[in-house]
């Protein structure tokens, strides 16, 4: 780890993030959480109950605004305004932030981005730029336009603000659903298990699930420091970066119990069954952790009381399997 990297990862913390959300209150919603019979997913009948809590219900769809507005109300803001590179999520979340605080913005999305996002993005009144296969092209086209322009990068995933941002998520949860023992997460960049295991710090399991095409934090924890993943996959367009960020592998390292992959039909099947189920639609990457739960990827021990994050739902039903 870097000295700049160690910096920035020391104000990465509980307080951080307990300091974040009175910042953020008036422009995020405090998310619901749904307790659901284990039978109801499929499961054995005498399990516990399994919570999820639908961040999807969250402003653009998504729980990145939670991170877009802590960068945009914490940092300096130049008039060229801001910039950012995304799979599809974090561009409408830092769209629909900039909008409401009367940014200009110019989102770079990749060419895998859905055309639910890129509808998102272009709703919210940002400039739109496609640029590239995947999320590394549109992150290497926004850094030439930052060069030229002068504006402020607002980073998906290797941030402070963002990842104190995305910990609110695990200090609302921990609120509303104090008996958990264990909750997993989806992993892309890592902003989001990066916060919330700031806030956690090992007092709650902490599990990354990652699609098995874009094993990114697993290949990261396997190596000992970030390095280069495969990126493709039915989630690729928010799954799939090529590496973790510094700053969430530091707290991943020290956090976050294990990670488990899971198949892309596995996350198809529980797009599938969500929506059958409890007519709630998730995209792919916010299908990913309840798959590991349905495809027995993670086996809960007995009595465990397990919280599955509904991360996203920019997709719709007839879109399952694409």
């Avoid at 020391?10 to 995020?28: F, K, Q």
């Avoid at 960049?189 to 990114?216: C, D, H, K």
Wanted: proline residues 6%; charged residues 15%.
């Amino acid at each position: 780890m870097t000295a700049a990297v160690a910096a920035e990862a020391a104000i990465i913390d509980r307080a951080g993030v307990e300091a974040t959300l009175p910042l953020i209150r008036s422009h995020v919603r405090r998310t619901p959480v749904l307790e659901v019979a284990a039978a109801d997913l499929g499961l054995a009948g005498d399990a516990p109950p399994v919570t999820l809590k639908l961040e999807f219900l969250q402003h653009a769809g998504s729980f990145k605004p939670r991170g877009a507005f802590t960068n945009l109300l914490t940092r300096q803001i130049p008039a060229a305004g801001v910039v950012a590179a995304s799979g599809g999520n974090h561009g409408a979340a830092v769209a629909y932030a900039a909008k409401q605080l009367g940014i200009p913005a110019k989102i770079f999305i990749p060419e895998v981005a859905s055309p639910t996002k890129v509808a998102q993005i272009r709703g919210y009144g940002a400039a739109l730029v496609i640029s590239g296969q995947r999320y590394a092209d549109a992150l290497a086209a926004s850094e030439e336009w930052i060069a030229q322009s002068g504006a402020l990068a607002v980073h998906a995933y290797d941030h402070p603000a963002t990842l104190l941002g995305q910990g609110t998520v695990a200090l609302e949860w921990a609120e509303q659903a104090p008996e958990l023992d264990t909750v997993l997460v989806a992993v892309g960049g890592g902003g989001l298990i990066g916060g919330m295991a700031a806030y956690y710090a090992g007092g709650t399991r902490l599990i990354g699930v990652e699609p098995e095409a874009a094993p990114t934090l697993t290949m990261a924890l396997d190596a000992g420091r970030p390095v280069e993943a495969p990126a493709g996959g039915v989630a690729a367009d928010s799954l799939a970066p090529k590496q973790i960020g510094a700053l969430a592998f530091e707290q991943a390292q020290r956090h976050v119990a294990a990670t488990v992959l899971v198949t892309d039909d596995a996350i198809v099947a529980a797009q599938r069954r969500i929506w059958e189920s409890f007519r709630i639609v998730a995209e792919p990457g916010g299908a990913a952790a309840l798959a590991a739960v349905l495809s027995g990827r993670y086996r809960p021990q007995a009595g465990e009381r397990i919280g599955v994050l509904m991360c996203g739902a920019n997709s719709h039903a007839v879109d399952f399997g694409r």
